[in-house]
């Protein structure tokens, strides 16, 4: 389980926690950077965000020095967004990493910073049924972790 922000149209994975029981498991990605859109828990933050703030933050990014090598595509974006809300949770199936299949849920802003919880794991462990059973315990601690802090 990964705690991850968002900082214009990325995120930012703070803190994890490994799994230790599989033998075929995910590593932590603790630092490491990567582009909102393609994850999960990105996907779970943007989707809380209005269309106008949205279109804002890629704007920026494109209108930067690496602007033109990136591959944005804001329809392609929004209708993700619009997923996500329908589903209540990003999900992401090797549109960040090869193998990898991560699901996330949005915790709010917490300090300041908009903040989400994701699990991720190797693709080959992933069954089609474990969205929505991701999804009720990811809920769940969402829940449990706003009413901890007093934002239930």
Do not use: W
């Amino acid at each position: 389980m990964h705690l991850a922000t968002l900082v214009g149209t990325e995120i930012h994975h703070l803190d994890g926690i490994e799994a230790t029981t599989h033998a075929l498991r995910f590593g932590l990605r603790t630092g490491v950077r990567l582009s909102a859109h393609t994850t999960s828990a990105g996907k779970a933050m943007l989707a809380e965000l209005p269309c106008d703030e949205v279109n804002a933050r890629y704007g920026v990014a494109l209108s930067g020095a690496r602007g033109p090598e990136l591959d944005i595509d804001l329809e392609k974006i929004h209708k993700g967004i619009e997923q996500t809300r329908l589903q209540r949770i990003g999900v992401n199936f090797e549109e960040s990493e090869a193998g990898v299949a991560a699901f996330a849920v949005s915790l709010g802003v917490i300090n300041g910073e908009r903040a989400a919880f994701s699990i991720a794991m190797p693709f080959a462990r992933y069954a089609q049924g474990d969205v929505d059973r991701f999804a009720a315990h990811l809920l769940a601690v969402a829940q449990e972790t706003r009413e901890a802090l007093g934002d239930g």
